[in-house]
């Protein structure tokens, strides 16, 4: 399918998106094709930079200087249920179940796509409608789904414009963020033998009128959550389009794929934590719709599920809960603030990480859940600048767990022999003035003598090719500061 606006590079491997690329992963090929396009740049761009800037505008007129306090509080909130994930885990599954839900355990994407099917298939479903869901996206339970016969819909709307027009989401809140609204235009027309418009209004109700068919047809509901809450055994929605009610209460059955990571204790470190979620994502005060699920219906109530299933996940997660130092990754809440700071993701957008989850804080996810040495390239994928960190509204220190994970990859196998003894040299090297300075004279000369006449290396060797394919490098001067400066005061 095509948009008229062709993918710079394949964004499918057999048909299916290409979630996960296939190894060796080369993120800066993919990034590559994607910063020659210059209207992708331009829309992840405009997008990014005024949410970042809303972000930052809400929180200062909303917080003041209580901004950071609010950030800590939040963070050792869900620091605290992680350091005792077990506890809480329990507590859901005993208060979820007293409220009729049935809830399974699955160890791996694998098994939670299997408990769906298992699902659909007692339940006889034939069409499901479907509300965003990262964690579906980490799974791959769509095309499960679709091989026993049920026909699944995306309800979200930049979810269902990138489904019928086989794209894979590239922002973690928003998104179909690489596309514009002549994109939509041309995919409903196409697909949906729609009246060609650009009129957002418009778009929307074409969109509306097909889905909410699809809703009263569907026998079952598939979402995500936000939150889980161990007190209760609720689980927490946050949607500003209403197909999560939508999803959730109209069909018969309604099974909701959430990662383990996403429990809170009460109803009282909900609240924190839903005040920052939306303001950092949004710079709204809240989601428009935010919804409590606690089982399904019960008599006399007319709304709701027959059934409901939560699928607690873990795939990879509880390894890095083992590890003390990469576990406050975990307490991410999603909200997408650190892709909209991030100077990389901006350049280089979503699709460039080859992943799920991307920017920062899928530059450390990623690698964690699927094995560093199959995403070496995404902790080099950062300028360090600490914008995500200021960013994160639950404390997540990104650069560091960068650092902590480049470290990882010398020690390990993910580097080649060449790269490691590079950076061993660089190490020795700004270890103390005389190894700066004989290092400082073999650069300068070797980079010279790479140079063209016009003073710029255009074709650099082996780790210098990676940044001349984007970029001439000037060739450094023939003296260092220090001399020039040393001669000058002599003058
Ligand atoms: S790491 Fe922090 S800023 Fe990034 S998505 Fe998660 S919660 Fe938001």
Same mark, same amino acid.
């Given at each position: 399918m095509s948009d008229g606006h062709e993918h710079p590079v394949a964004l499918s491997v057999d048909g299916q998106p290409a979630l996960f690329p296939t190894l060796p992963y080369k993120m800066h090929d993919r990034a590559e094709a994607f910063m020659h396009d210059e209207q992708i740049q331009r829309f992840v761009n405009q997008a990014t930079l005024n949410r970042n800037a809303n972000r930052q505008a809400t929180a200062h007129e909303v917080f003041g200087d209580k901004h950071s306090d609010l950030r800590a509080l939040a963070g050792s909130i869900k620091q605290h249920t992680l350091d005792h994930l077990d506890h809480y885990i329990e507590q859901f599954i005993d208060n979820a179940t007293a409220a009729g839900v049935q809830v399974h355990f699955a160890k791996d994407a694998k098994e939670a796509n299997a408990i769906c099917v298992e699902i659909a298939r007692q339940e006889k479903s034939t069409a499901c409608v479907k509300s965003k869901s990262m964690v579906t996206e980490e799974t791959h339970l769509l095309p499960e789904l679709e091989a026993i016969g049920v026909d699944v819909l995306e309800t979200d709307l930049g979810e269902f414009i990138l489904q019928i027009d086989g794209d894979a989401p590239s922002h973690i809140v928003t998104p179909m963020i690489h596309k514009d609204r002549i994109a939509v235009a041309k995919a409903f027309q196409r697909e &949906? *033998? $729609?009246?060609? +418009?650009?009129?957002p209004a418009e778009l929307t109700m074409i969109a509306r009128e097909h889905l909410r068919e699809k809703f009263r047809q569907a026998d079952l509901g598939i979402s995500g959550g936000n939150f889980l809450v161990a007190e209760t055994g609720s689980i927490v929605l946050c949607t500003n389009e209403g197909n999560g009610r939508l999803c959730t209460t109209v069909p018969r059955v309604h099974v909701a794929f959430v990662g383990i990571e996403k429990l809170v204790p009460t109803y009282e470190h909900l609240t924190v934590l839903l005040k920052l979620l939306a303001r950092t994502s +949004? $710079?709204? @005060? &809240? +989601?428009?719709y935010t919804h409590v699920l606690t089982g399904p219906k019960r $008599?006399? %109530?007319?709304? *709701? @599920?027959e059934k409901m299933h939560i699928i607690l996940i873990d795939n990879g997660r509880t390894n890095i809960l083992r590890d003390t130092e990469y576990r %406050? $990754? &975990?307490?991410?809440?999603?909200?997408g603030a650190c892709l909209n700071a991030c100077p990389v993701y901006r350049k280089v957008t979503g699709h460039a990480y080859g992943a799920v989850y991307s920017g920062p804080i899928g530059a450390v996810i990623t690698p964690l859940f699927k094995g560093l040495e199959n995403y070496k390239d995404l902790p080099g994928a +950062?300028? &360090?600048?600490g914008a995500c960190y200021e960013a994160c509204p639950v404390k997540i220190n990104l650069p560091e767990m960068l650092i902590k994970l480049r470290r990882d990859m010398l020690a390990g196998k993910a580097v080649g022999r060449m790269e490691k003894l590079a950076y061993k040299m660089g190490a020795i090297g700004l270890k103390g003035p005389l190894m700066y300075s004989i290092g400082g004279w073999f650069q300068r000369v070797g980079l010279r003598l790479l140079a063209d006449k016009d003073g710029y290396v255009r074709k650099g060797p082996s780790l210098l090719k990676n940044w001349t394919s984007q970029r001439d490098l000037p060739a450094p001067a023939a003296q260092n500061f220090r001399t020039w400066w040393k001669q000058y005061k002599r003058k």
């Open positions: &949906l *033998g $729609a009246r060609y +418009t650009e009129d +949004t $710079a709204q @005060p &809240l +989601t428009v $008599a006399p %109530e007319h709304d *709701g @599920p %406050e $990754a &975990l307490r991410c809440i999603r909200c +950062t300028s &360090l600048c």
